[in-house]
């Protein structure tokens, strides 16, 4: 499978995310909280599934992150 493809850019996503909220300590169940969603369905955004720019944009601003660094690996900016 390419780089390039859809499935992988979203798995490259997701996991920026993940490694960002980790990183910033959060657990899913608190930035479920923060986005004002259930637990179940934050996790499924982490999984890919549900994932729009909007919530994109959401979770950036709660990680405290440009949305751009979520399609980045091991940005010069600080997290």
């Not at 720019?53 to 660094?69: E, F, P």
Request: glycine share 6%; no cysteine; net charge positive.
């Amino acid at each position: 499978m390419a780089e390039d493809e859809p499935e992988q850019l979203v798995k490259a996503v997701t996991g920026r995310i993940a490694e960002i909220r980790r990183a910033k300590g959060f657990t899913q169940a608190q930035m479920a909280v923060l986005l004002g969603t259930a637990e179940k369905n934050y996790q499924r955004i982490e999984r890919g599934q549900n994932l729009t720019i909007h919530t994109l944009a959401r979770i950036a601003k709660v990680l405290g992150v440009r949305a751009a660094d979520f399609f980045v690996e091991n940005p010069k900016r600080k997290i």
